[in-house]
């Protein structure tokens, strides 16, 4: 069982950045790969990125390839996302999730999901 907790959202204006982090709790948590979605009103959720247990392979969405950086500390058990150049269509609810097993960019892939950290960028 692994348990995640999203923290680092807020407001930004449009060109700022925001980096939102997510810690892994529970049995060999940093054994999972993960990965980050959003959600807006409205909308259904979407993948933005993922990242293999060990950090070596990531994915894009690719609307947001070159201004958000996934990344995963695994001794503090935490994957961020760096944000820059924000626009307000990434205005949404982050979410973390987790899987045992290879790195995915399907939701339907991931076991375990976060609250949710809002994100919301002002024009």
């Known amino acids: 069982q692994v348990q995640l907790v999203e923290s680092g959202g807020g407001l930004v204006q449009t060109g700022g950045s925001l980096r939102i982090s997510c810690a892994a709790s529970?049995?060999?948590?940093?054994?999972?790969?993960m990965g980050w979605f959003r959600q807006a009103p409205g909308k259904e959720r979407e993948f933005v990125a993922a990242?293999?247990?060990?950090?070596?392979?990531?994915y894009y969405s690719d609307s947001m390839k070159g201004r958000f950086t996934i990344s995963r500390v695994n001794a503090n058990n935490t994957m961020y996302l760096q944000m820059n150049s924000l626009k307000p269509e990434d205005t949404a609810v982050y979410y973390c999730?987790?899987?045992?097993?290879?790195?995915?960019?399907?939701?339907?892939?991931?076991?375990?999901w976060g609250q949710g950290t809002q994100v919301t960028v002002s024009s």
């Open positions: 990242i293999s247990w060990s950090g070596g392979t990531t």
């Open positions: 999730a987790a899987r045992y097993g290879y790195v995915s960019r399907y939701s339907q892939d991931y076991h375990y």
């Open positions: 529970g049995r060999t948590a940093s054994s999972y790969a």
